[in-house]
Structure formats: C-alpha cells, structure tokens
C-alpha cells in the first residue's frame, strides 16, 4: 500500500532531505507530531536514503584503482586512457561511416530547407540567415519550433581554442529524422564542422530532443575530441558568451 | 595544471565511484566511467574555478558521459549485476542477512529507475548534495530535480518494501 499524506509529499521529502530552514523544519516537526502517516512516510524516506547511500559505500572504503590514480597523476603506462567505450559505426550520410576514424570529414547532408530556407550544411553559414541567428542567440536547452513537426535546439556551447563551437540539433517528427551539426566561431561567422543524421525512430529520446550536454547521434564524440572542445559552458557562461558576441 | 588539482582529483575518486556505481549498477563500468572522466576533467582543467567544489563539477562530468554513453548504447534497463555490485564490500557492510538483502534490493530498485531519476536520487540521497547543488550538476532547474526525485521514490520505495502497512 502506498502512502498517502496529508502534507506534500515534496515538502515532507524536502524536510527529509534537509532543504528547509529551521524555522520551515520546525512547522513540518509540530505537524508530523500530528500526523503519524507523514511521520510514517518521512521516516521511510530516511531508510530509503540511508539504505541507498549504504549499498552503493563500497568505493568509500576501498583505495583508488592504480589505474585511475595513473591516469590522473600521469605516472605509469596507463596514462593512456582510452575512451570510456568503444562506440558503434554510424550512419552518417553514406560517404562518412568508412572514414569516421581517418579524419575530419566535412559530409555535406541531404537536409531538406527548412521553411525560412537554411541549410544546416557543412560550410559558412550565411550571415543573417535563421541558422546563423539561432547560433548566435539561443541558449543551449531552448527549444524553438521552425515549421511543422520541425524544432531546432543548441544542445551545448563548448570552448574551443580561440572561439566556440555549438553542437545544434534539428529533430523533424514528420520525416522521422534527426539532424545534428557542430557549428565552429572563431573569428567571425559561424562554421558548421560537421553534420550527421539518423532516423529519429532509432534514438530512443524520452522527451524528443537530448540532453544539453551530450551528442545524441553515435560517432559524434570523435570529431567534438578532434577539435579538441572542452567542456560544455554552464549556462551563466554561456549566457555571457552571447552577450559579449562570442569574442573570446 | 597543477599538482594540487591532480591530488584533489584523486582525493575525490571515493566518491566518484560511488556514484558512478549507483548510476551504471557495476563495478567495471563505474571504473570506466570515473576514468574516462577523469581523463577529461584534465584535459579541461583550466576551466575548473578555483573556491568551487571539485567533486560537483566532477559530478556533471560523468553524469554527461554516462548519459552520452546510454543513449549511444540504445540500451535500456537494468544491466546490474547483483553480485558485481556488491563486489565492494561482498555485502560485509551489513550486519544482519535482512540488511544484506535490503542493500540488493536497493542496487535493483536503483538500477530499474529511468536515467534522469537515478541520478537526482543519486545525487541527493547519496552524494547528500543540496537541491540547489544537484540542479546545477544536473542543469536544470530545483523543481525538475525535486519531481524527478518524487517520481524515483514514489518507484523505489515499494520496492524496498517501504510501504504504508510495512511501517504501521
């Protein structure tokens, strides 16, 4: 049988966690003196939290793996590290998935116009064009609807040396296609780097786009480590970034 | 890069793993996981702000690989192993056979949780990071975190046998 409570079940779990002030803590302290279903219910979740953070202490009482411990002391053979997994062949248009690993490919993509007519093709991107406007003012996260079952987000900004690059992805639910393209700046305009695709069927996203800081097609990884990006702006930065006109 | 950033880094593997573990559900792929992230938090050190706390920044690290790598993988569900899990302690941890059994019952019920949820509850009920804290870690807002912490408990906890009748 579930709980049901009287206060909200937020704010007896916010109590639980510790996120009230004193004063705050004190009211839900006299109403659960009340109410012993929702002291019954905070006390489940503190075994809940408690019983978590026990199972998974293993690591807390171990020494850190000499691997880890090499890779980032720099000591050792190991300090080579090679990438968290290896990641599956891609399609990528047709030409790319024989080359992903030989270079930085620039793959022009069968991308159908969007109704304001931008391309997200490889190349400069047109001044004043749509795309080049979403590069240069959305925030990463922010989706923006450009026609009919076609959305446009920034998925996240990353510093490179001597500019930006901006990871966009272009999700359209009527061709069943997802777009993702790498869009450079460092001096003036925008450059898309790279763009890949897969049918939107085959991404699995839960709410329709990824998140904000990762690449959701497969193989992009090696490109974004190729131009050697680092990690992506949090929004503060990111937001200061826009304002300042990507001048580094 | 300095020596002190490589030795704080390392002062934080303990956690790390944790909560690489209580994200990816064994031991191996935890290990994976913290090294490849920490591969990349040297790579990118000049942007780690001194006066801020390593372990969050190292946090949202390798909760984006671990996301990057799930959606890559296109798996989805429990890929734990009970016994990797425990392979830490072997499950010495607990005192009692019903405590062993509650600590596997909670590996499963944590790996069952959909990505996002595993690693807000994580990150609060494990790490014991504030809302605020696992917001950012997260990147996004107090309120996502606090309702997909709701939606992971109100999963979990039946799972752990924490139900109404089972506390009266």
Redesign the interface.
């Known amino acids: 049988?579930?709980?049901?409570t009287v206060m909200k079940?937020?704010r007896l779990?916010?109590f639980a966690?510790?996120?009230l002030s004193p004063e705050e803590a004190a009211e839900v302290v006299m109403h659960l003196a009340d109410h012993p279903?929702d002291q019954?219910y905070v006390?489940?979740?503190m075994?809940?939290?408690e019983?978590?953070?026990?199972?998974?202490?293993?690591?807390?009482?171990?020494p850190?793996?000499k691997?880890?411990?090499q890779?980032?002391?720099?000591n050792g053979p190991t300090a080579q590290?090679v990438?968290?997994?290896r990641?599956?062949a891609v399609w990528v248009g047709t030409a790319l998935a024989a080359s992903v690993a030989a270079a930085l490919v620039a793959v022009p993509l069968a991308f159908s116009p969007n109704p304001s007519g931008d391309d997200l093709a490889v190349g400069l991107v047109k001044p004043g064009s749509y795309l080049a406007r979403t590069l240069d003012t959305l925030p990463s996260?922010t989706p923006e609807t450009v026609g009919e079952g076609r959305e446009v987000m920034i998925l996240a900004t990353l510093?490179v040396d001597g500019g930006y690059c901006r990871e966009i992805e272009v999700i359209d639910q009527t061709a069943d296609r997802i777009d993702l393209g790498v869009a450079c700046r460092r001096n003036a305009g925008w450059n898309v780097e790279v763009t890949l695709s897969e049918p939107l069927s085959?991404?699995?996203?839960?709410d329709g786009f990824?998140?904000?800081?990762?690449?959701?097609v497969?193989g992009l990884?090696p490109f974004l480590d190729r131009l050697g990006t680092?990690?992506?702006l949090?929004?503060v930065s990111e937001a200061d970034a826009i304002a300042k006109g990507w001048s580094r | 890069m300095t020596d002190r950033f490589?030795q704080d880094?390392?002062a934080t593997?303990?956690?790390l793993?944790?909560f690489a573990?209580?994200l990816t559900g064994n031991?191996a792929d935890?290990?994976?996981?913290?090294?490849?992230a920490?591969?990349?938090?040297?790579?990118?050190a000049?942007?780690f702000r001194e006066g801020t706390r390593m372990d969050s920044w190292m946090y949202?690290?390798i909760?984006?690989?671990w996301?990057?790598?799930r959606?890559?993988?296109?798996t989805?569900g429990a890929a734990i192993d009970p016994e990797d899990?425990?392979?830490?302690?072997g499950g010495k941890?607990?005192r009692l056979p019903e405590?062993r059994m509650?600590?596997?019952l909670?590996?499963k019920a944590?790996a069952t949780l959909?990505e996002?949820q595993r690693a807000a509850?994580?990150l609060?009920?494990?790490e014991g990071l504030?809302?605020k804290e696992t917001a950012?870690v997260l990147?996004v807002p107090v309120g996502t975190v606090?309702?997909r912490?709701?939606r992971a408990?109100?999963a979990?906890?039946?799972q752990?046998g924490?139900?109404?009748?089972a506390?009266?």
């Open positions: 049988m579930s709980f049901e079940k937020t779990a916010a966690d510790g996120e279903e019954a006390d489940a979740l075994v809940a939290s019983t978590l953070a026990e199972a998974f202490s293993g690591p807390m009482n171990e850190v793996p691997a880890i411990e890779a980032i002391l720099g590290i990438p968290f997994r990641r599956p996260g510093p085959a991404t699995g996203t839960e990824v998140a904000a800081s990762g690449a959701e497969q990884q680092g990690v992506a949090d929004p | 490589r880094l390392v593997v303990p956690k793993r944790r573990l209580s031991a935890a290990d994976d996981l913290v090294q490849s920490c591969v990349k938090a040297l790579k990118n000049e942007q949202r690290i909760q984006t690989l996301i990057d790598d959606r890559r993988a296109k989805r899990a425990g392979l830490s302690d941890s607990a405590d509650m600590l596997g909670a590996r944590m959909p996002k509850l994580s609060v009920a494990i504030s809302y950012q990147d606090m309702s912490l709701a408990r109100e979990l906890m039946p752990l924490l139900t109404k009748g506390l009266q």
